[in-house]
T-cell receptor, first 114, second 111 residues
């Protein structure tokens, strides 16, 4: 695709529900990142994939957060038993190279947990 | 541990002015530094990427400089326009290939 695509753009969940956020990176991009962004703050790193391998998940805030990229393209971030503190914008980004180069972001998925 | 700071947090200037946004980092061992723009409710748009071996990059009215020895990068915007109003973020790639982010500068260009 022409850019990084994320869906849904907006998601409202009741506390305790499970949610799944999808990211479609730029075709051929090896690296894929998930970030969490609170209002007025810079993005906070969650996890990183190189192709299908999840090389770094040190930023995932709890074991309720799970990410996968099974075929090295589309990625899904899953949040189980959502809590109010999970409310944020979840950003996906991709990069052509494994380690350096320009990072391209999607529009983000705004999650609101009631 | 690398830390990235952007000062000021907010800036308001009249249309037409040239302006400079600042980004400072504590560890000079970076691979690159990237400037982004974020409009309200939107994702981040890449503006300029400066490799560690470069001193500056230019795109249209934007010019970004990098001085690793002083731990500073600046984003210069010439002849500002109301459409430039957005939050500008910088991110430095550290020696572990991690991006370390500033909190951003919210820029308002008054018509």
């Amino acid at each position: 695709g022409a850019g990084v695509s994320q869906s849904p753009r907006y998601k409202v969940a009741k506390r305790g529900q499970d949610v799944a956020l999808r990211c479609d990176p730029i075709s051929g991009h090896v690296s894929l990142f998930w970030y969490q962004q609170a209002l007025g703050q810079g993005p906070e790193f969650l996890t990183y994939f190189q192709n299908e391998a999840q090389l770094d998940k040190s930023g995932l805030p709890s074991d309720r957060f799970f990410a996968e990229r099974p075929e090295g393209s589309v990625s899904t971030l899953k949040i189980q038993r959502t809590q109010q503190e999970d409310s944020a914008v979840y950003l996906c980004a991709s990069r052509e190279n494994p380690y350096t180069g320009e990072l391209f972001f999607g529009e983000g998925s705004r999650l609101t947990v009631l | 541990k690398q830390e990235v700071t952007q000062i000021p947090a907010a800036l308001s200037v009249p249309e037409g002015e040239n302006l400079v946004l600042n980004c400072s980092f504590t560890d000079s061992a970076i691979y690159n530094l990237q400037w982004f723009r974020q409009d309200p409710g939107k994702g981040l748009t890449s503006l300029l990427l400066i490799q560690s071996s470069q001193r500056e990059q230019t795109s249209g009215r934007l010019n970004a400089s990098l001085d690793k020895s002083s731990g500073r990068s600046t984003l210069y915007i010439a002849a500002s326009q109301p459409g430039d109003s957005a939050t500008y973020l910088c991110a430095a790639m550290d020696s572990n290939y991690q991006l370390i982010w500033g909190a951003g500068t919210k820029l308002i260009i008054k018509p």
